[in-house]
């Protein structure tokens, strides 16, 4: 069985964005290249450091920083920004 891959939709129409499918198609093929896989490879390094710095620096230095009710009103803005969870 091959995966599924969904096609970039306008919103407003519900047709195919045919410029972002293409794009898609050449992210695809960009990351068939040993260059490409190895952009990939550092990006994901890159993220997996800034992730670790939140959780292992900002995210512990909040907790002892903020008071309660500021923990809840940053806890709202998140929710707020992030609605679908």
């Not at 900002?58 to 809840?72: K, Y």
């Amino acid at each position: 069985m091959s995966p599924t891959v969904a096609r970039p939709t306008d919103n407003a129409t519900g047709r195919t964005d045919r410029a972002a499918w293409a794009a898609s198609h050449r992210v695809v093929a960009r990351l068939a290249t040993a260059e490409g896989r190895a952009e990939f490879d550092a990006m994901v390094a890159e993220l997996h450091e800034h992730i670790a710095r939140e959780e292992d620096g900002l995210f512990p230095a909040s907790l002892t920083a903020l008071s309660g009710d500021e923990w809840d009103r940053s806890m709202a803005a998140w929710r707020a920004a992030h609605p679908q969870g």
